[in-house]
């Protein structure tokens, strides 16, 4: 099956400080990816979608600045934590489709970003 | 708006049969999908429902009536393994991005 990997899984940041996670799809081309974000015990919330080679879209109440999104290639996309706070401490989980069928994704390991 | 709904936790014994309803409010329904996720994991894709009916996957089922806009993932021979977090996911027209339900958490019990 289709694997999409995360970076890194874990990382621990300073307050004010940005960060950067990375999602790849291992053997597939990924025109689309989706970024969530799932608090503990809840449920997955979609925060954008990330389109190659154009701006991501992003969903309500969800800062386009301090949440960064590139899909700069068809297997790689980013989202950068910028100016972390203690709140954005959050587990992080990218997602893609490999077909324009979109039911069925394959979702990165995740990222556990603690921002102190 | 959106809405889907499932309970929040459902308990078993190995060996059972759970059932896991989703009741959904959504403009635009295409689909319905069940993923798994296990504490500190990453949600995998156990079943989608685009039609009425009954969609068989070893001891995963899962279910759908579009009219009553209602569906149901069905866990046959239940094992300690499957104790997880399960996720109805709603598909619309137009729009790739899946929303997902609260989730319910199964506990399988010896």
């Known amino acids: 099956g289709a694997v999409v990997s995360q970076h890194p899984s874990r990382v621990i940041c300073k307050s004010g400080t940005s960060v950067k996670i990375e999602c790849r799809s291992l053997?597939?081309?990924?025109?689309?990816m989706f970024w969530y974000r799932q608090f503990p015990k809840q449920s997955l919330m979609l925060m954008a979608t990330?389109?190659?080679?154009?701006?991501?879209?992003?969903e309500q109440g969800v800062e386009k600045d301090k949440f960064l999104i590139n899909h700069a290639s068809l297997t790689l996309s980013t989202l950068t934590v910028t100016s972390a706070h203690p709140e954005d401490s959050s587990f992080y989980i990218c997602s893609a489709s490999e077909t324009s069928v979109s039911y069925e994704q394959y979702f990165g390991p995740g990222t556990r970003l603690t921002v102190t | 708006g959106q809405s889907l709904e499932q309970p929040s936790e459902v308990t078993a014994v190995e060996g059972a049969i759970v059932q896991i309803n989703c009741t959904y409010q959504?403009?635009?329904?295409?689909?319905l999908s069940w993923y798994q996720q296990h504490d500190g994991g990453a949600p995998t894709f156990l079943s989608y429902n685009g039609l009425d009916g009954l969609e068989e996957t070893g001891r995963f089922s899962s279910f759908l009536s579009r009219s009553d806009s209602y569906g149901y993932l069905l866990l046959q021979e239940l094992q300690m393994k499957d104790s997880a977090s399960y996720f109805c996911?709603?598909?619309?027209?137009?729009?790739?991005?899946?929303?997902f339900g609260s989730g319910t958490r199964l506990q399988v019990q010896p």
């Open positions: 959504t403009s635009g329904f295409y689909g």
């Open positions: 996911a709603v598909s619309r027209t137009g729009r790739r991005a899946l929303t």
């Open positions: 990330s389109n190659e080679g154009s701006k991501a879209t992003y």
């Open positions: 053997d597939f081309q990924a025109t689309t």
